[in-house]
């Protein structure tokens, strides 16, 4: 019955679609905070794709240093001031939202792909996988995300790859959940039904019929959650585990200035700043979104 | 409730052995030559065999995990590499201190939280009621160890009021132990300089791990203020002219309950996780600290009973957690 509808209706449906964006857009906008966030977001996701051409010191960008110039305030010079070995801190902080928010993003979308697939298969075939896979899922959340992923990441050994994969292996339970819960609530659904009278085999149901479905809700977690999983990268970079000083990490920059503190205060707030207000516009930015493909939720 | 007490209970036990179980794929499978870790870069093979041989290291995973267990049954978490210690007395020291450090700031979210979340919702939509809002959202943003800084450089370096690091000065000497909290040893034992130092101690640290809590906890209290409000009996009592403090008081303090015991359940974990954080930031001697050190020297023994530590206290704070609920809605406890 479906394959009918898609065939006679394509225009109308793509026209359906239209008004659903043009809909979902004004929901996005009724929130001031949300348009904030979604502009400070994308100004984020150009530096960190061009933070680094732009920077005024590219070359304290590959480790040069200028000891001459070393622990400088603020000024017209160095907007945010000059560290323990003379680099310019805003040039630092320019090129570290492409290591933190790369990293955010890609724990995140590690996590929904573990999560998802766990999530799917658990609830679409049920029984006993159902109750061995969540049993694992309630297991792995038994412990603190943070506490897991340094504890994985100590047993892979420090890199940024590393880092990433353990902060994801301690992600994605939340995810196994919320798939798992829209799987079976799309299992029900007549269209599924009807698929599965029709023959489909579960390949083809779960990719066309049940996946679809279950997108928005997800799209929606990953969203809220990027702003954390910045957060969190940076606090593995702060404990020393991660990403390693001199790369230029929010955390590890962070880390490093505690020492300068307190006559070299900007050395610590710039870091902290750019941490604060990415996982601050990434939460705004969320939120609306939640509006947009979860009214029941607002308020 | 009995039943259902029991029923929590027996639940536990599959919980701590699956628990265990990760912990150890993770300190002991992960690292893939934790012989080579423990015997350092430069031993000769000999020695690593050696080493294997001591620590049971050469023996079948599943034989490993039983020596393994056994020993944590009896109290033997293995020795520190790093300190040379057992990390079981280590952590005996170390726990109070996080404890307290957990108790503390949820005490003081529920003590701020609590009025915050009340006036905003009393006073919804007015200027203050936005203040306590924005405010809020960008509390959870904070990162704690950037908050953390901050609060050292303001209160700890520029004005001199509240200590920057540690749980006691060097020249006060740490009250005995009875509970290992500080605060509550230094009232058993009378030395009220301690407990004063010790207090201050806790504040910076205390409100670097409270302040998304206090965030949390302000919005529930302020949902359930306004849901309050407008229910039919509110309208009722407030028409036949009753102050409306004592309405306040009657119907809020019962949501003002439920909302710590939702906060509680919510932050235990996050809290337990924040310690590795809060307590770098002010050299606080916790199990936080003691995990990060064991794994920057890759040190895994100390590192595996952390975890399995804070995976106890977690499950146990939500048993109790729970449980209270099921005191307080009847309706929960009857489910099972």
Redesign the interface.
């Known amino acids: 019955m479906s394959e009918v509808v898609q065939s006679t209706g394509s225009a109308a449906t793509r026209s359906a679609r239209r008004t659903n964006w043009a809909r979902g857009f004004y929901r996005f906008r009724q929130n001031p ?1 949300s348009v904030v966030g979604l502009v400070i977001v994308v100004l984020l996701l150009l530096l960190a794709l061009f933070g680094e051409y732009i920077a005024p010191y590219p070359e304290h960008l590959n480790g040069e240093l200028n000891v001459a110039n070393r622990f400088q305030p603020p000024s017209a010079e160095f907007w945010f001031g000059t560290n323990e070995v003379g680099q310019d801190i805003f040039s630092l902080v320019l090129a570290g939202a492409r290591i933190s928010l790369l990293s955010g993003i890609a724990v995140i979308v590690v996590a929904t792909l573990i999560g998802t697939f766990i999530g799917v298969i658990a609830g679409y075939f049920g029984s006993w996988l159902d109750e061995v896979l969540m ?2 899922t ?3 959340l ?7 992923a ?7 050994g420090p890199s940024i790859p590393n880092m990433i994969l353990a902060l994801a292996l301690a992600w994605w339970p939340g995810f196994a959940r919320m798939a798992r819960g829209e799987v079976l609530s799309t299992k029900a659904e007549l269209y599924v039904l009807a698929a599965k009278a029709q023959g489909g085999g579960n390949t083809r149901i779960l990719t066309r019929h049940i996946l679809p479905n279950i997108t928005s809700p997800i799209i929606v977690k990953m969203s809220l959650d990027v ?1 954390f999983a910045i ?1 969190a990268v ?2 593995l970079g ?4 991660g990403v390693r000083p001199p790369t230029p990490e929010w ?1 590890v920059m ?2 490093v ?2 020492s300068n ?2 006559h070299f ?1 900007w050395t ?2 710039f870091p ?1 700043m750019a ?2 207000l990415s ?2 516009s990434f ?2 930015m969320g939120d609306g979104l939640r509006d947009v493909f979860d009214p029941r939720a607002r ?1 | 409730m009995l039943r259902y007490a029991l029923f929590r209970i027996a639940l536990i036990a599959p919980l701590l052995i699956g628990l265990s179980m990760l912990v150890f794929v993770i300190g002991r499978v992960l690292p893939g030559d934790p012989a080579g870790l423990a015997a350092g870069p430069y031993a000769t093979m000999e020695q690593r065999e050696a080493i294997a041989a001591e620590y049971g290291l050469d023996q079948p995973i599943p034989v490993q995990y039983w020596r393994y267990i056994t020993g944590v049954l009896e109290g033997d978490f293995g020795r520190s590499l790093m300190t040379r210690r057992p990390v079981a007395g280590d952590l005996a020291g170390y726990l109070p201190a996080t404890l307290e450090l957990v108790f503390f700031s949820l005490f003081l979210a529920i003590l701020i939280g609590i009025p915050l979340g009340l006036i905003a919702g009393i006073r919804r939509n007015s200027a203050t009621d936005m203040t306590i809002a924005a405010g809020t959202l960008s509390a959870m943003s904070m990162p704690q160890f950037f908050l953390g800084l901050v609060l050292q450089l303001i209160f700890g370096m520029m004005l001199s009021w509240l200590p920057l690091s540690g749980r006691l000065p060097f020249i006060v000497s740490p009250p005995p132990g009875v509970t290992g909290f500080y605060t509550i040893d230094s009232l058993i034992a009378g030395d009220l300089t301690a407990f004063r130092y010790s207090l201050l101690h806790l504040i910076l640290p205390a409100l670097t791990m409270a302040l998304a809590p206090i965030a949390t906890i302000a919005r529930i209290m302020r949902s359930s203020t306004i849901e309050v409000l407008q229910q039919d009996y509110v309208q009722t009592e407030r028409a036949l002219g009753l102050p409306s403090s004592l309405i306040l008081f009657k119907y809020v303090s019962k949501n003002a309950a439920s909302a710590t015991l939702t906060l509680i359940g919510l932050y235990v974990g996050w809290l337990l996780g924040s310690t590795v954080l809060v307590e770098k930031v002010f050299d606080w001697p916790g199990i936080g600290l003691y995990a990060t050190n064991a794994i920057l020297n890759q040190d895994f023994n100390p590192v595996i009973a952390v975890t399995l530590a804070i995976g106890v206290v977690f499950i146990l704070a939500n048993l109790v957690v729970d449980m209270l609920y099921g005191v307080l809605n009847p309706k929960v406890s009857n489910k099972q």
């Open positions: 905070l049993r694992f309630d297991l792995v038994t412990l603190p995300a943070l506490i897991l340094m504890a994985i990441a100590a047993g892979l702003g957060l940076a606090s702060f404990i020393g585990i955390g962070l880390s200035s505690r503190l307190p205060w610590a707030i902290g941490i604060f996982v601050l939460n705004f308020r």
